[in-house]
């Protein structure tokens, strides 16, 4: 079952490297739990998840900059949306196997 906090922030799912957060735990600072997961932790969902159709990064591997340097902060943009966009297609996917909507 994927949690509501997890439909909308699939990062949840792994662990962050930030805050050491577990696996379907939300982000914590010394004043308690965020709003959202750590920007990092959904670079490393969005890596994990998908390659870069931007700069040919393999799953689970940096991206790489146009001059060569590895994008430790950052993936592309594109990549991101590719990301989400898998992940919103899940989430229907899921939906549908709901027995109330066969026809
Ligand atoms: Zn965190
Ligand atoms: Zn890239």
Same mark, same amino acid.
């Given at each position: 079952m994927t %949690?509501?906090a $997890?439909?909308? #922030?699939?990062e949840? &799912?792994?662990?962050c490297? +930030?805050?050491?957060?577990?696996?379907?735990?939300m @982000? &914590?600072?010394k004043r308690?739990?965020?709003?959202?997961? #750590?920007?990092?932790?959904?670079d490393d +969902?969005?890596r994990?998840?998908? /390659?870069?159709?931007?700069?040919s990064?393999? &799953?689970n591997e940096? @991206?790489?900059? !146009?001059?060569?340097?590895?994008m $430790? /902060?950052?993936? #592309?943009? $594109?990549?991101?949306?590719?990301?989400?966009?898998m992940?919103a297609?899940?989430?229907?996917? %899921?939906?549908?196997d709901?027995p !109330?909507?066969?026809?």
């Amino acid at each position: 079952m994927t %949690s509501r906090a $997890e439909a909308r #922030h699939p990062e949840l &799912t792994r662990r962050c490297r +930030w805050c050491r957060a577990a696996p379907g735990a939300m @982000c &914590t600072n010394k004043r308690g739990f965020l709003d959202e997961p #750590h920007g990092g932790r959904r670079d490393d +969902w969005i890596r994990a998840t998908t /390659d870069c159709a931007s700069c040919s990064a393999a &799953t689970n591997e940096l @991206c790489i900059t !146009e001059a060569g340097h590895l994008m $430790e /902060d950052h993936v #592309h943009a $594109e990549r991101a949306q590719a990301a989400d966009a898998m992940h919103a297609t899940s989430l229907e996917d %899921s939906s549908q196997d709901v027995p !109330e909507r066969r026809r």
